[in-house]
Each structure stands twice: as structure tokens, then as C-alpha cells.
């Protein structure tokens, strides 16, 4: 299995594992995973003089890697983001990174009941599709109205792409497109799951 980290990660995020790296700025050590603590670019420093010693691994913002402006969604725009709440109509959701660009100020996105599957989309309910800290991975199609951009997971390479068991606190994985499992406790919970790009 490779140890090499992702090269976009989401705050919460688990990057790689400790036998391989050593947390550095904008990462934190848990349960033998170094974790993001921050949205951004990961970056690798091979250690000092040590040739024994392991690289340091590092989260920056999308500012400090590239020195640029801050990046704005736009219509037709794969996006990450976290959801924050969650009601029987539709999920609220902090907009983390445009494409590759992590982004320097906060946006709003909402996925409407119709806007979770292509199918079926009248029987689709919130609550077993996100709960609120999923990591989704989500299309934003329309620019909705002056708070929030209209966000759509109906694809199959879109929906929950982490998601935080609600009895152990431990990640989980896609079972199904519909269900994740707990590798702790083995508790099965509904998610309208992302298929892996």
C-alpha cells in the first residue's frame, strides 16, 4: 500500500501514516495517521542531516502555495466541501476546494432533495444521503441566489467521499453506493457515497 499523501487535502483529512512521515505545520498525529489540520496543498521536507530520519509533512493554504488571489466557484465547478447541517428539504455545505485550489474565504453551497440522485430523487432522503462533517465531493450547478451556490451530487463520481462513523469516531468505507462501514465497530450507516475517481 503506498504511503505517498494526497496532494490536495481537507482539514480532518487522514494524509499518511506516521511510520512514513513526521506531522508537520498544518497536520496533527492521531491513532498512528497524521491528519490535516487545515485545508490546502500537502507538502514534503526531507529531513535535516539524518539520512535515518523521516520527511516532515505539511498542509499550506492555496495563498501561500501559489502566491495568487483567491480562487471563486463557478457554474460547472467540481468542488469539496464539509456539510454543516442538514434539514428534511436539503444540506448545507462549506465549499473547501474549487478543482485542485483550496480556498482562502468560505462559501456556501446547499444540495436540494432533488439535486442528490439522478433516480428515484423523490424518494432520496436527506439524512440518509449526509450528516453533518461528511467530506462530499459535489458539482455546482447553478449560482443559486446571493448566500449559496446550488450544489448536485447526482453522479456517480459525486456524494460522501469521507464520512466519521457517529459511534466510534473512526473513518469509514464505501460498502456500497448507498452504504459505509465502520472498521471498528462494523456499524453500517446510509451515505450517498462518491465513487472512487
Known amino acids: ?29 492521531s491513532h498512528d495517521q497524521i491528519h490535516a489540520s ?11 542531516s539524518d539520512s535515518n530520519s523521516l520527511p ?40 473547501l476546494v474549487v478543482g485542485d485550489v483550496a480556498c482562502r474565504e468560505e462559501f456556501q453551497g446547499i444540495i436540494r432533495q432533488q439535486d442528490i440522485r439522478l433516480t428515484q430523487t423523490s424518494h432520496t432522503k436527506i439524512y440518509s444521503s449526509f450528516r453533518p462533517n461528511d467530506i462530499i465531493r459535489a458539482q455546482i450547478i447553478s449560482l443559486g441566489d ?21 459511534e466510534s469516531g473512526e473513518m469509514m468505507y464505501p460498502v456500497s ?3 459505509m462501514r465502520c472498521p471498528k465497530t462494523g456499524v453500517v450507516e446510509e451515505r450517498k457515497c462518491a465513487k472512487p475517481v
Open 38 to 48: 487545515l485545508s490546502g496543498y500537502t507538502t514534503t521536507i526531507p529531513s535535516s
Open 1 to 29: 500500500m503506498s504511503t505517498a499523501p494526497p496532494s490536495i487535502a481537507i482539514t480532518g483529512q487522514p494524509l499518511a501514516p506516521t511510520s512514513a512521515f513526521i506531522p508537520g505545520p498544518g497536520t496533527y498525529a
Open 177 to 179: 453506493y448507498g452504504e
Open 56 to 95: 516532515i509533512l505539511s498542509v499550506v493554504t492555496g495563498e501561500e502555495e501559489s502566491g495568487e488571489g483567491n480562487v471563486v466557484p463557478g457554474e460547472g465547478n467540481i468542488v469539496l466541501g464539509r456539510v454543516v447541517r442538514i434539514s428534511p428539504k436539503q444540506a448545507v455545505v462549506n465549499i
Open 146 to 166: 446571493q448566500y449559496s451556490y446550488f450544489l448536485s451530487t447526482a453522479r456517480n463520481d459525486l456524494g460522501v467521499v469521507f464520512a466519521m462513523c457517529e
